[in-house]
């Protein structure tokens, strides 16, 4: 079976990336992190990218909608899967043609609630703890050219307590993050 690429799309520091690119090495699945694009040139991704060898290239919020910049780069790393790991902009809609069902996002929440344009990280926590949840988890869903509509894939859940901060929730959506994000992007891509 031919290797199949994944792009990792971010904009942060970082973590999931490196979680992804550590699993699909450490498996020696069918499967690489072949490519990292980031939209902020000092995001820590881009650190985190050059330092397991994984190639990143860093372009304005222009460069990624413009389809004659970006489509070129991914077919030049024969991207077959794009993952989504913190990337705070819209995904074009030319990328989501080109990539139909190919393209997967992470979501510190459980969507349909606390989704949508600006509902990203510590945002997030935030309005989950100001909203009373007693509970939280991580979506992991298809991306369709919407902020957080896509069709789910998968869901888990954890529990919070009335104290739970929002650095708290941080941290138990980070554990779920971890323990699941990889393992589903293999199972849904690769598994089969």
Do not use: W
Request: charged letters at 20%; proline letters at 3%.
């Amino acid at each position: 079976m031919a290797m199949k690429n994944i792009a990792v799309f971010a904009s942060g520091s970082g973590s999931n990336a490196e979680n992804l690119i550590r699993y699909f090495n450490d498996n020696q699945c069918e499967a690489k992190v072949n490519l990292v694009i980031c939209n902020k040139q000092n995001a820590g991704v881009v650190d985190r990218a050059s330092q397991l060898g994984v190639d990143c290239v860093v372009l304005s919020k222009d460069q990624i909608n413009n389809s004659e910049t970006l489509l070129p780069i991914l077919s030049g790393h024969n991207i077959d899967i794009i993952v989504l790991a913190g990337f705070l902009l819209l995904i074009p809609q030319f990328l989501v043609d080109n990539y139909e069902n190919r393209i997967v996002n992470i979501h510190p929440a459980l969507l349909p609630k606390f989704g949508g344009k600006g509902m990203y990280g510590r945002h997030v926590h935030e309005a989950v703890v100001a909203a009373g949840e007693n509970e939280t988890g991580i979506t992991i869903h298809y991306v369709n050219g919407h902020y957080d509509s896509g069709d789910i894939i998968f869901q888990a859940k954890v529990d919070l307590s009335p104290d739970d901060t929002a650095d708290d929730v941080e941290v138990k959506v980070r554990q779920l993050e971890q323990i699941h994000f990889a393992k589903v992007i293999y199972n849904t891509f690769f598994s089969k």
